[in-house]
């Protein structure tokens, strides 16, 4: 069965520090691969993807994420995290087979960033 | 910046009640879709939509489950007889999919609550 994986509920960091939050995924294919975030009592905000070329695909707010085909692994990151970047983070996967356009969800990881 | 919009933000309702959940896609979007997370699960895939009939669906959306788009804006997802399993918070999302990336780009959500 298809299936995204985010092995961390939660990731704590200081400011300032790098951050990296996980993904590993099983679908068939060459799926495209997404990052959205949700911050408290908002929707779902899109953060970046990849679809194809460059395994370092660069998002919104500094956020980067790595594509690795052999471990099907897309795990997001950032350099230097702030305390604003607290919020719920998900990973997505569209297998992309005809016209299947659904995204398959990860549980989310909650990010906390402290001062 | 254009944006989904979903109303209401919270939906109340009794058992065995219908309700109707709208969502204005953004304008020059030719795909919708619905996804339901249920409290502490993930986001599931409900349906997808393009050139006024469904494009996908999951076994989730079963014939309880309806959409239409019955003007040029206006999206909605409606379910007949609620049932308590369908409390969840409800995303409506469109994307283009005449732009490379065909990014699916979400509304905040309606939180419907089935008493």
């Known amino acids: 069965a298809q299936s995204v994986a985010q092995p961390e509920d939660q990731v704590n960091v200081a400011e300032g520090n790098p951050l990296t939050v996980k993904c590993t995924y099983s679908v068939s294919g060459n799926p495209y691969l997404f990052w959205y975030v949700q911050y408290p009592n908002r929707g779902l905000q899109f953060l970046l993807k990849y679809i194809t070329g460059d395994n370092l695909v660069k998002g919104s707010y500094g956020f980067e994420a790595e594509f690795n085909k052999s471990q099907t692994s897309f795990h997001l990151k950032k350099p230097s995290a702030l305390v604003s970047d607290s919020a719920l983070y998900f990973c997505?996967?569209?297998?992309?087979?005809?016209?299947?356009?659904?995204?398959?969800w990860g549980l989310g990881t909650s990010l906390a960033v402290n001062p | 910046e254009p944006e989904v919009t979903q109303t209401p933000s919270h939906q109340v309702t009794q058992m065995g009640q219908e309700v109707i959940l709208r969502c204005v896609p953004i304008s020059n979007h030719l795909y919708f879709y619905w996804y339901r997370q249920i409290l502490g699960q993930k986001v599931e895939f409900l349906v997808s939509f393009y050139n006024n009939e469904i494009s996908e669906k999951s076994e989730i959306f079963d014939d309880q489950f309806s959409v239409e788009r019955p003007d040029g804006s206006n999206f909605t997802l409606k379910i007949r007889s609620t049932k308590l399993e369908d409390s969840a918070m409800y995303f409506c999302a469109s994307s283009d999919p005449r732009a490379l990336t065909d990014t699916q780009y979400f509304g905040p959500g309606t939180r419907l609550t089935v008493l």
């Open positions: 997505a996967v569209s297998p992309r087979a005809g016209n299947n356009r659904k995204l398959i």
